[in-house]
């Protein structure tokens, strides 16, 4: 059988070496280290969230005496965040589709077709990113009631269907694609819509994977514009749930951190089952850009 050579930084070859070896468990003693800052947050909430609050304010102890799932439940009947759960999922499902249809097809006009004036457009795109978001808030929310869009979802949506970044990005992937692809489609009769849904758009799930992810995770945690447009106890998404939650006198201090375990549950359980392709589509974003 054919041994398999390894390429990269490191190669097979070069473990023969003493300082290579070295340099390689340096490495990975950091990379262990980093591994261990970054989810130590997650874990002491976590296991937090087992205690009861006379040990939560009393124990310096990691551990919990007990790994009683009842204060849990009772958390969990207490908060009532299921309808929550169905709001912020009907957000995150507009917004991811937002995300990559409007700016999809943004990306596709300034990377493919190239219009006369496309060059302006391009710079007043990338501009837009040095204007922090929260100045935006107030015109926004105006227009919003002007247009009687409140107590909705759908400017939430259309919130992330008009991201510069997103637009770059696809502005970046589109360059790369081959144009013979897009000139055999329009050869064939194709539109220009159809080019962009049939031919483009199927070409470009690395990126429009990396885009879900972001609009994924910039949903579930947006908190202020919820808390503007949506009224009422049936439309509060699980940050505002969380944070009128915490606004009532009858919460203590370990009840808000098992409240917060639930609001953490659902991008845990994303990210563990799409961290191979975010990981495969980063990289390949990354070669290709």
Known sequence: MKKVQFTGVIREYDMHSASVKVGYGVIH?????????????LIWVILAGFKD????????????????????ITTWDQLGI?????????SVLGSVVCAIVFNGLLGYGLGILK????????????????????????????????????NSFVPLWLSFGANAMYVILFVQFFESLP?????????????????????????????????AIFAVNAAWSDFLLPYLVLRGAQMQTV?????????????????????VVFSMIPPIILFFIFQKQLTENAVSVGIKG
């Open 179 to 211: 144009r013979s692809i897009i000139e055999a489609g329009h050869i064939d009769g194709a539109s220009q819509l159809q080019t962009f849904f049939r031919i483009v758009l199927p070409l470009s799930k690395p990126i429009c994977a990396v885009i």
């Open 29 to 41: 003693v950091l990379c262990l280290l980093v591994t261990v800052v970054a989810i130590f947050p």
């Open 53 to 72: 609050l006379k040990e939560f304010m009393s124990s310096t102890s990691l551990l919990p005496r007990s790994f009683d799932p009842a204060p849990f």
């Open 239 to 259: 940050m505002v749930r969380l944070f009128v939650f915490s606004t009532e006198q009858t919460v203590n201090a370990d009840a808000m951190m098992r409240s």
């Open 82 to 90: 299921a309808r929550n759960y169905l709001n912020s999922l009907i």
């Open 115 to 150: 219009p006369k004036g496309y060059g302006v457009v391009k710079k007043l795109v990338m501009l837009s990113l040095l204007l922090p978001t929260t100045i935006s808030i107030v015109p926004l929310f105006m227009n919003i009631q002007k247009l009687n869009l409140g």
